[in-house]
């Protein structure tokens, strides 16, 4: 665990390298959501950097995909022949919003190409358009410090997930929020509010 | 189950929608085919209108909101987001847009204004806004009316980058400025540029507006896309640009690629080549002082 007492390697001299793909969407909020989440854990020695190379990805210990377009941003993952070093990637992905519908491996729409990371059907634009879009108050499954405030903007929701994924939270219209291993995917934005136990969560993950 | 309590249409709603669109590229399109093309080749979102801006130039008259009809064959079209355009300080033209589902509505210089002293008052309503601006005055009076994104005026219509550039520096340049100035100066600067002063000490905490600010009014190639996103644009509004130019589909690729790689010469100048002409340009200097969009509103 990546914790204030420090037992993890991000809380030595060895930190953690996050990348925060930079092809277009929310980029610069995770990239200081990250940051805030590392100064909180003491991580000092890690490094959070924009991904806009293929090439950048193997040396990372996690990659997040940002809110943004999908059809957009699965469009110049091609473009720059990021996708194969994406597949490979070893490490922990965080997906959100658009990011999670590019991690599933089915987005129901066949203008976005899904990574196939995280066994999982979603449905774009679940719950209609801008109007639509909500915030609420979340529970999720092993985070404390009570509900998460969650930002849902024309957010993609989960319809189906293989055994292997850990469902930890829905509400009445399905699952928001999912893990895999190494890998999150939420609905909604942490990114966007000052709340960063969900990056804080995530860096646990990698950082064990 | 209980159902959870969901808010919507909130400040943070709005801005964290235009946030999405960051790095991308919104086009103008008149029908269903051109949105097709704009989603396919990677626009962020689509901007429906019933002619584009250099087609209300040569129509002259009073331009207004387009035909709901053609915006929702629009919105039944693509999965990106649709936005539409209202004149300055119409509400119901902008009621009537919210009553139909758009994501954003622009509240633009490019359609007659019908109100010459107010714009809307944007948060009454649940859609969120987009407002050009010239300065940061302007900007941050559109902000305080509740505008969740800005774009510069430019001058949209022409094909020709040089307003976009004078706008966006022009808030770029005053935002830098702030920076060693002390609460009363930036009070005093405040008056000046008749913006509220909290908004203007915001700017000076965050070193950037508030809000998303994009570039828009006369961008039509690649080179002037990466180079508004150089000057400091969270991405750009092509108008004309791309359904005017001579092979529309290539271009709207190059100036999505151009944006993704802004700081990468050789990869614009990759998506530079081939394209053909690109759409005919104006003098700016030669429009009539009734021709001239940039000055509605303020």
């Known amino acids: ?208 | 189950m209980k159902l959870e309590e969901l808010r919507f249409g909130t400040e943070l709603l709005k801005r964290g929608f235009a946030s999405m669109q960051k790095g991308g590229v919104i086009m103008d399109v008149v029908n269903a085919d051109q949105a097709r093309i704009a989603e396919e080749a990677g626009a962020v979102a689509v901007m429906a209108l019933e002619r584009v801006p250099a087609d209300i130039r040569k129509a002259g008259g009073v331009a207004r909101m387009a035909d709901p009809g053609i915006i929702v064959e629009i919105m039944e079209t693509v999965s990106i987001p649709v936005m539409g355009k209202v004149r300055i300080g119409h509400f119901v033209e902008a009621q009537v847009l919210e009553s139909i589902g758009v994501d954003m509505i622009d509240e633009s210089e490019v359609l007659t204004p019908a109100d010459e002293q107010y714009h809307i008052e944007k948060t009454k309503f649940t859609v969120p806004f987009v407002c050009g601006a010239r300065d940061l005055g302007e900007a941050l009076r559109r902000i305080n009316e509740g505008a969740a994104m800005v774009r510069t005026k430019g001058e949209a219509g022409t094909g020709n980058v040089v307003e976009a550039v004078r706008h966006m520096r022009a808030i770029m340049g005053t935002i830098r400025a702030l920076k060693g100035k002390d609460r009363q100066e930036m009070a005093d600067l405040a008056r000046e540029i008749e913006a509220p002063a909290e908004l203007v000490y915001e700017c000076a905490r965050m070193g950037r507006l508030p809000v998303v600010n994009f570039s828009a009014g006369g961008i039509a190639t690649p080179s002037d896309a990466a180079m508004m996103m150089q000057l400091g644009a969270d991405g750009v509004f092509v108008g004309s640009g791309i359904f005017k130019s001579s092979q529309p589909e290539r271009m709207a690729r190059a100036i999505v690629d151009a944006v993704q790689n802004f700081e990468d010469p050789a990869a614009i100048a990759a998506a530079s080549r081939g394209l053909g002409e690109a759409m005919p340009g104006l003098d700016v200097h030669t429009l009539r002082e009734d021709e001239v969009l940039r000055f509605r509103g303020r």
């Open chain 1, 1 to 208: 665990m990546c914790t204030r007492s420090g037992k993890t390697r991000c809380s030595g001299s060895v930190g953690v390298r996050i990348g925060v793909l930079a092809v277009q969407g929310n980029v610069s909020e995770h990239v200081h959501a990250f940051r805030g989440a590392l100064g909180h854990m003491g991580c000092v020695a890690s490094e959070v950097l924009q991904v806009r190379d293929a090439g950048t990805i193997p040396t990372l210990d996690g990659l997040a995909i940002p809110g943004g377009e999908s059809t957009t941003i699965s469009r110049l993952i091609d473009k720059n022949c990021m996708r194969k070093a994406i597949e490979d990637f070893e490490g922990g992905i965080f997906a959100t919003c658009a990011g999670m519908v590019l991690v599933s491996s089915d987005s129901g729409d066949p203008k976005v190409e899904p990574l196939g990371i995280i066994g999982m059907s979603v449905d774009r634009n679940a719950f209609g358009r801008q109007r639509e879009s909500f915030e609420t108050e979340l529970k999720i499954e092993g985070l404390t410090g009570g509900d998460f405030h969650a930002i849902f903007i024309r957010a993609p929701i989960v319809t189906r997930v293989d055994a292997s994924v850990r469902v930890i939270s829905r509400i009445s219209q399905g699952i928001v929020a999912v893990e895999k291993g190494k890998h999150m995917a939420l609905s909604f934005h942490p990114e966007l509010g000052n709340d960063t136990r969900l990056h804080e969560r995530f860096l646990e993950k990698i950082g064990n």
